[in-house]
């Protein structure tokens, strides 16, 4: 008999306004951690993306939340990503009845943020760079909370914010819990989680890397002048796609090239405006859009399920990437298609990716009658949507990204659809309250100080923090 959300704990206020959801039994990140982290106990947990970690650490949040005072959440959750930062707090305030969530992140205005502060917040998701110049400008304050979560740590890790993160914790609360969700817990993660945790305890889900096996693997050696028209057959075979390019300017031509020959196209990387951005995901989600053109960094706040395939225009600069690229079909035990457009310089790197992969697939010419399909072409579904020839789906021509990244994230304003935990799953206002929801465990302070931190108890357990000179 399966674990329900009850038995593991969960308020019945959360748990009906889970059902509402769709969300009935939970993921098994959920059931390994909950226990756990409703005792107050630091978690390690790896996990894919996908796997549910939203709720695992997102409903000990709210169960837990403390009061919060005007500009002084209690609760911090940390995300490499603008997208991922608002699909967070949109999935949380799905079940947090009147526990407030803010969330900030730049690339948006500051008023409605500050706003928000001002008014408290109990969890604040924050993308690190916008979180930092807010604390510099006084508008909030991290001495008060006492739940701190980061998530996709070995992303934020990839994509340098780790020194922003140390920073951050160390303005936090000592006597806290501390929750470190990654795919991989090694490096700078297995670092991060010696200096900021007391005793974690480690759950693991699945594998260290992604069963790439599930998804179908195609390889195909094409000349520079044939990819577009390979991404065109791939896209009407399997569906919505996701396509990777290298480069801005590449993502941008590449959806021009797209939209002229009749598919729905939207690109996504940090030269555009958020609004354009989050414009673009939602489209793609609201299955308006055949397929996303994207980046690396940008894919990385992207969280949608039933994508149906995935491409490579450009190869990946490593086996790391090319998993982090192809999970983003074949999710949650559903089929997908990986498509590698290789040029002839490019196959021996491919060979020994493959190695690297445990991979044996052939490179054959391009083959899209030979593709897997499970939806029908794409073609059909599409058929009455209008396209407007040399535009992507924004309307706008495709053209070169102007702005650079400055290594601060900048955080998508209204992702609506607060997928992770839960398949397609639409996140909808929070419903419910916190009526009888368990308090806190104690938190006198226990045990002998260690490294001149302070001891801390959680139930009966002692704990001892390094200073912050020490971290």
Known sequence: MSTTFAQLGVPESICRALERDGIHEPFEIQTATMADAFAGRDICGRAPTGSGKTLAFGIPLVVNATDARSKRPTALVLSPTRELAEQIATELRTFAGDVRVGVVYGGVGYGPQLKRLRDGVEILVACPGRLEDLIEQGAVSLGD???????????????????????????????????????????????????????????????????????????????????????????????????????????????????????????????????????????????????????????????????????????????????????????????????????????????????????????????????????????????????????????????????????????????RNGQGARGNQPARNGQGGRGGQPARNGRGSSGAPKGGGRGRNRGNRGRARSSGANR
């Open 145 to 415: 909370v006492d739940q701190a979560v980061i998530d996709e740590a070995d992303r934020m890790s990839d994509m340098g914010f780790f020194p922003a993160v140390r920073r951050l914790l160390d303005q936090t609360s000592r006597d806290r819990q501390t929750f470190l969700f990654s795919a991989t817990l090694d490096g700078d993660v297995k670092r991060l989680t010696r200096d900021y945790q007391y005793e974690p305890v480690t759950h693991a889900v699945d594998a260290e890397t992604p069963d790439i096996t599930v998804a179908a693997h195609r390889f195909w050696q094409v000349n520079k002048s044939e990819r577009v028209a390979a991404c065109v057959d791939v896209i009407h075979a399997a569906g919505q796609t996701i396509v990777f390019c290298r480069t801005r300017h590449g993502s941008d031509r590449l959806t021009h090239q797209l939209t002229q020959r009749g598919i729905r196209a939207a690109a996504i990387h940090g030269g555009h405006a958020q609004n354009r951005r989050t414009r673009s995901l939602q489209q793609f989600i609201d299955g308006n859009v055949q397929a996303l053109v994207a980046t690396d960094v940008a894919a990385r706040g992207i969280h949608v399920d039933d994508v149906a395939s995935v491409i490579h225009y450009d190869p990946p600069e490593d086996h790391k990437t090319y998993l982090h690229r192809s999970g983003r079909t074949a999710r949650a035990g559903r089929g997908g298609l990986v498509v590698s457009l290789l040029q002839p310089d490019q196959m021996m790197d491919a060979r020994r990716m493959q190695r690297r992969l445990g991979l044996d697939e052939a490179i054959t010419l391009p083959d899209a009658g030979g593709l897997p399909t499970e939806s029908g072409p794409a073609s059909e579904r599409f058929a009455d949507v209008p396209v407007q020839a040399g535009r992507d789906s924004n309307g706008h021509a495709g053209r070169n990204g102007q702005s650079a990244d400055n290594g601060r994230e900048q955080s998508g304003q209204r992702a």
